[in-house]
C-alpha cells in the first residue's frame, strides 16, 4: 500500500467511526447501522456484543451520547478519546475501532467503570 493510499484509508475510516457516532448521537440507528458489518463484534468494560443488530437494540435502548476530544487513525483503525454521556453519568473512555471493507469489523471501549457502581 502507497503512502496515500494509507491515508486514503485512514481518512476513510475516521469518516465512518464519526459518522456512527454522529448517528448514534442523533439517534438516527439506521444511519449508525449502515457502519456497521453485520458480524461486527463489540467489547465493553460490562460485557460484549456478537453482531451489529444485537449491539443496535442496545444503543437503541440505552441512548448514549459522544463528545468527541481527540481522534487518531492509522489505515482501518482509528482510535478515539470520548465523553460517553451514559444518562446519570459521563465518563472519560477510549474508543479502538477496527474496519473492513469500510465498515466497522469489531471495536473495544475502556474506562474506569467505578462512578456507575
Not at 5 to 13: G, I, M, P, T, V
Not at 103 to 116: C, E, Y
Request: aromatic content about 12%; charged content about 30%.
Amino acid at each position: 500500500m502507497t503512502s496515500t493510499e494509507k491515508q486514503l484509508a485512514a481518512h476513510n475510516s475516521k469518516v465512518v467511526v464519526t459518522d456512527f457516532l454522529n448517528a448514534l448521537n442523533q439517534e438516527d440507528f439506521e444511519i449508525a447501522s449502515e457502519q456497521l458489518a453485520d458480524d461486527m463484534h463489540f467489547i465493553g468494560v460490562m460485557g460484549e456484543r456478537k453482531g451489529a443488530a444485537v449491539y443496535m437494540e442496545d444503543m437503541k435502548k440505552m441512548r448514549f451520547k459522544y463528545d468527541i476530544k481527540k481522534i487518531f487513525s492509522d489505515e482501518n483503525e482509528v482510535c478515539i478519546w470520548y465523553e460517553i454521556n451514559m444518562g446519570a453519568k459521563t465518563i472519560f473512555s477510549a474508543g479502538w475501532y477496527k474496519l473492513e471493507g469500510e465498515k466497522i469489523k469489531s471495536f473495544q471501549v475502556i474506562f474506569d467503570p467505578r462512578p456507575l457502581l
